[in-house]
């Protein structure tokens, strides 16, 4: 699903954008684009590191709130091609996680932009890693970045 | 509806945070900030412009697509107190128009960002103004901005 | 706020229909609509109980699952009016409490609805009420209806 | 992608279920299935009419407003599974259309429904088939109904 442009093993995500994300502007609502970015990096949890934002929270007890998004779009995103959303672990600080997403459709960049959570206890919303184990796989996945 | 520590002349949008924005950390979901900030924008326009984005698109033909978007996350969202999103027009380029919106509960910042979005005619999508009259509005408005 | 052709005691929510609610077809989204109702119907338990689910969850550790509910479309919704939601608690079973839904716009009615959930407890989903006092309140709410 | 006790020949539409579509109670909140349930019936034109409903208003300048729909919620939804969606035209009156979806998680029902629109033209909203070719290619899909 890599798309030209994009070395190859870069994690990619596939979202059918579909009527119900679009308004009367026949393009898809600004307020659904972070939705992707956000559906985008879950996914990117669950393949990479086998552990969905749920299953973080539920089984884990981690909870990753974001502090930051910023997004820059591009071009209109509408149903007419499906939109593949990169998503890179651009940056881990000491309870930081900056991941970068870029949207394409068609082969055009529609979006891209960064968002930063904290790694925190879902149980007290404390900043740390509950498992040393999902921190040490986040770095190896630092090596992913462009 | 203004809040301490804003002043008073300023528009500002009260949002009831509801169950169904949250998420399972018992926090508004952080997808649904975006469109609460869009929300109160569109919001601004209805009382500020008169014209809210569906009749400006439908009955004038203009559109406001967003190219940017950024925001930071202070503390996070429940549905414990209202919302109050203060909306300023911060910016007006030729045909660009910046607004920034501060969300608040309780007295605290939840959250602050800007959205960048363009004019242009709602037929071709060309940056631009079909009513000269908006834009002279507009330019009032700045006055606004601290 | 009560609507001609209501009862003037029966609470009614007023929802702001905006530009994000709405589809290219220019009139808010079938799957909106349903949100609209349960919106309205969280903002009965809110004003009539005194406890919003948010609260009714996390501070009783009471939870409603839904397990049924209908709606008919009667009139397109649109931004141009608010949108006036009457809500009646219908009916009240050992744990079920069926909701009466009806959407105004206009003072013609856009949708009508019957929402069926189940008083659980929030900890194992087990039907109950693990609070009299909200039972009792409920009942008391019954003669609101029509 | 058929699930056991369907025929293997109907539509099934796979959802991944994500964090942003679940409530505090830590399932799928209630307005988001309705939701699903749509997507799954844009993914049936896309695939079985060869249309979505983005192309059919945009470029056939058809429309199918929805009048009616019921669900009754068999299960709470969770993102532990995928959703399988089966989609089945089950019943077409002279301008009516109506569908019958299935989701299942983990080889259960978690809801199951009844969704009846309208062809109508987009223009003027007016029942009808703008294609003829459109009604005989929904009548042989007919043939998949249980």
Redesign the interface.
């Known amino acids: 699903m890599a798309e030209a442009g994009e070395p190859s093993d870069l994690f990619v995500h596939a979202i ?1 954008v ?3 994300d ?6 898809a ?3 659904q684009i ?2 992707f970015a ?2 985008a990096i ?2 990117w949890w669950a393949e990479r590191v086998g552990i ?4 973080l ?2 089984d884990h007890r981690m ?1 990753t ?9 591009r071009s ?1 995103i ?3 091609h499906p939109l593949f959303c990169t998503v890179m672990l651009s940056k881990l600080g000491t309870t930081s996680l900056t991941f970068r997403v870029v949207g394409r459709q068609d082969g055009t960049v529609r979006f891209e932009g960064n968002f930063v959570c904290v790694a925190v206890s ?1 149980d007290d ?1 404390r900043p740390g890693y509950p498992s040393a184990e999902i921190r040490t796989r986040l770095e190896s996945l630092l090596s992913e970045r462009l």
Chains 1, 2, 3, 4 share one sequence.
């Open positions: 059918t579909q009527w119900a679009c308004d009367p502007a026949r393009i609502y600004t307020g972070p939705k956000l559906s879950d996914a969905d934002w749920f299953a929270n539920v909870g709130p974001f502090v930051h998004l910023d997004m820059d779009f209109p509408t149903p007419r879902a919303f």
